[in-house]
């Protein structure tokens, strides 16, 4: 039986060691997601920094346009998603 998840968008820094670890978390699980680089889009850096009080802080996630979850760790992926 296929899993089924939300639509999973992320902003990140491709530079980002934290954005890295959730990327490899997601891709170890095969689970879809689209990526934001807010290097890249400054409508998407206000995004980012609008959800997260005032700071550009990656990787924020949202489910389905809703943020989730800003920088989680392994074990905040896995209450999300598991």
Not at 12 to 27: A, E, S
Request: with cysteine; aromatic share 8%; glycine share 8%.
């Amino acid at each position: 039986m296929e899993t089924s998840y939300p639509q999973i968008t992320m902003y990140i820094r491709p530079w980002c060691g934290t954005v890295m670890r959730v990327k490899r978390w997601l891709d170890q699980r095969a689970i879809p997601y689209t990526e934001i680089d807010i290097t890249k889009d400054p409508e998407a850096a206000q995004q980012a920094e609008e959800l997260n009080g005032g700071h550009q802080s990656v990787p924020t996630i949202l489910f389905d346009g809703v943020h989730v979850a800003t920088e989680p760790s392994g074990g905040e992926l896995e209450r999300l998603l598991g």
